[in-house]
């Protein structure tokens, strides 16, 4: 088992960034440490990290997501990027989504115990809640699968002309090149590789935006969303 002491003192970047919410980050970083490591939702090796890699990594995302939009974390996994935004960022609204209940569970848990009242937990596959949730402007993910897969899975869920924001690694670059025919294809308009966090992480974060026009997911999820739309109107005057 491994032990909280295990985690490393929060860098002196972490008050500034999470500002109010450093002692919610703090606590955070705990829960990951541990019942995240008890629960096979990090690895024991991530704990020495978790500041650098995980918390900040996420947090400094903010940079470009814009104000006071809805989010859907995509694939959220133990809470990475979502949970870091929300602390941050009190205007969003943030769907966080995930398939696995044990993951959802443990969400549910940080959610209640951080008061984070602008946050939902959503157990599902992406591919899935069209209808459920309502489009939104930014789906957020990160280390969740390939561009173009991912892209598959996020893209079809915002609402015309949002964006994707993905974080990244050394790959970014040249996995946003490979997966260019398929992001048309989804009805992306514009694309780009972002770095944030400037005298906070470093290296710096790297972030795929992937902007849609108005048919996010393209003609292949247009009829899907009409009738996912229509469900929803006949569900809410049936209500």
């Given amino acids: 088992m491994t032990e909280a002491a295990e985690l490393p003192p929060a860098p002196e970047q972490a008050r500034t960034v999470f500002g109010d919410r450093y002692a919610d980050a703090v606590r955070y970083a705990e829960l990951l440490a541990e019942a995240g490591v008890q629960r096979g939702l990090i690895g024991p090796r991530e704990v020495p990290r978790l500041w650098e890699r995980h918390l900040l990594n996420c947090a400094v995302l903010s940079e470009v997501v814009p104000e006071g939009v809805t989010v859907c974390d995509v694939g959220s996994g133990a809470g990475l990027p979502g949970i870091p935004l929300a602390l941050v960022r009190e205007d969003l609204k943030i769907t966080l989504l995930e398939p696995l209940l044990r993951r959802t569970t443990f969400l549910t848990e940080v959610v209640e115990m951080l008061g984070l009242d602008h946050v ?3 157990r599902g596959r992406a591919e899935e809640v069209m209808g459920k949730l309502p489009p939104v402007h930014v789906v957020t993910a990160r280390a969740v699968a390939p ?8 893209i079809p869920l915002l609402r015309p002309y949002g964006e994707m924001l993905a974080l990244k690694g050394d790959t970014a670059e040249e996995e946003l090149k490979a997966a260019g025919t398929a992001l048309s294809k ?9 770095h944030v966090g400037e005298g906070v992480v470093d290296p710096l974060s790297t972030v795929v935006r992937v902007e849609v026009g108005e ?6 999820f247009a009829a899907k969303r ?5 469900t929803g109107r006949v569900r809410r005057r049936r209500g």
């Fill in 226 to 230: 009409a009738k996912a739309a229509r």
């Fill in 186 to 194: 989804l009805g992306a308009v514009e694309t780009s590789v972002l």
């Fill in 147 to 154: 561009l173009d897969r991912l892209a598959a899975w996020g």
């Fill in 120 to 122: 939902t937990v959503m």
């Fill in 215 to 220: 048919s996010p997911g393209g003609v292949r």
